[in-house]
């Protein structure tokens, strides 16, 4: 098998770890980028053991419930041979925001892609998260302030100007979208990176 069929292989089993066993649930597996990738979804979300980097397993080396994402993420990976012998990261997550709207999303790569990459292709995307007022703009926009009007009246963010200089940047990088008529949005796409880019950020 070829190499790009093998990875493509791979992408395929690691959309289906989390929905393997519930018909008709969307595949969430896809880059950021890459057309098809969901929208909002409106499944249930059963309640879930979350684990935690910090935690060790057993001293007998066996598998610990509470890492059920991991096990399955490697399960996966060896299934997949040899193109996967250097691992991968997954992240995933189940969102509700205030507004109402719902996401689930699922991510996950190969360490070899991910190490021969341009990571400095990457820079403009993080740069952007790089200014409290941006991250401050990105709250706002998730929790329903949409318009621009309503962003620049907000305290603390600068004058207007100022304001619309950021939230060009946040556009430029991909964490919003302009709908038109100065209403902004997080693209559905970007509402669990963006999370799990806070998440590691608090991470010690």
């Given amino acids: 098998m070829e190499l790009e069929q093998r990875v493509t292989a791979l992408e395929r089993r690691l959309a289906a770890l989390e929905h393997a066993d519930e018909p008709g ?9 890459e057309p098809g990738a969901p929208e909002e979804s409106v499944q249930s979300v059963p309640p879930v053991q ?9 001293s007998e080396g066996t598998p610990r419930a509470d ?7 490697k ?4 299934e997949a041979g040899p193109i996967a012998e250097d691992g991968g990261v997954l992240f995933t997550g189940a969102v509700a925001l205030p507004g109402g709207e719902r ?12 190490i021969e990459a341009d990571w400095s292709e990457r820079a ?6 790089g200014h409290p007022v941006r991250l401050r703009l990105l709250r706002e926009v998730l929790t329903g302030s949409r318009t621009a009007a309503e962003l620049t009246s907000l305290d603390g963010l600068g004058t207007t ?25 997080v693209p559905s796409t970007r509402v669990v990176p963006l999370l799990v880019a806070l998440s590691l950020a608090k991470s010690p």
Avoid: I, N
Wanted: proline share 4%; no cysteine; charged share 20%.
């Fill in 25 to 33: 649930e969307p595949s969430a597996f896809r880059a950021p980028d």
């Fill in 161 to 185: 100007g100022q304001t619309y200089h950021h939230l060009r940047q946040l556009t430029a990088a991909g964490w919003l979208h302009s709908q038109g008529r100065g209403r902004y949005e």
């Fill in 50 to 58: 979350l684990g935690s980097s910090r935690e060790q397993p057993t």
């Fill in 103 to 114: 996401y689930e999303w699922q991510y996950g790569e190969l360490t070899g892609r991910l």
């Fill in 75 to 78: 399960e996966q990976l060896a």
């Fill in 124 to 129: 403009e995307a993080f740069a952007a998260l």
């Fill in 67 to 73: 890492f059920w994402a991991l096990e399955g993420f």
